[in-house]
């Protein structure tokens, strides 16, 4: 399973960015997808989810992102609106799904977002 990652980039605070997720290779039956962030000398942490249709935010982005998913395309994309300097990270998208022998996570390689003050 390959996720490639696309949408990253510098702009300015309170501009907007979207990024987006194309889940690709042996896909059996996808149950999580998700967006997580990690700033230099922090945690990876987790942006948004959605699981099984319910989504879910970090309290941080919550009235600002939105998460979506297009089936058909396996794609997952994420609105990001009213951007903050805080918000400066490498973005990882996040695959979950059930396969023959478990679940199976996968990662994408991460796409730059630079929010300047």
């Known amino acids: 399973v390959q996720l490639v990652e696309s949408g990253g980039g510098l702009v300015q605070t309170g501009g907007s960015l979207r990024l987006s997720c194309a889940v690709s290779?042996?896909?059996?039956?996808?149950?999580?997808m998700g967006w997580y962030r990690q700033a230099p000398g922090r945690q990876r942490e987790l942006v948004a989810r959605i699981i099984s249709g319910a989504t879910n935010y970090a309290d941080s982005v919550k009235g600002r992102f939105t998460i979506s998913r297009d089936n058909a395309k396996n794609t997952v994309y994420l609105q990001m609106n009213s951007l903050k300097p805080e918000d400066t990270a490498v973005y990882y998208c996040?695959?979950?799904?059930?396969?023959?022998?478990?679940?199976?996570?996968?990662w994408g390689q991460g796409t730059q977002v630079t929010v300047s003050s």
């Open positions: 290779g042996t896909i059996f039956s996808i149950m999580v």
């Open positions: 996040n695959v979950q799904q059930a396969t023959v022998t478990g679940v199976g996570e996968y």
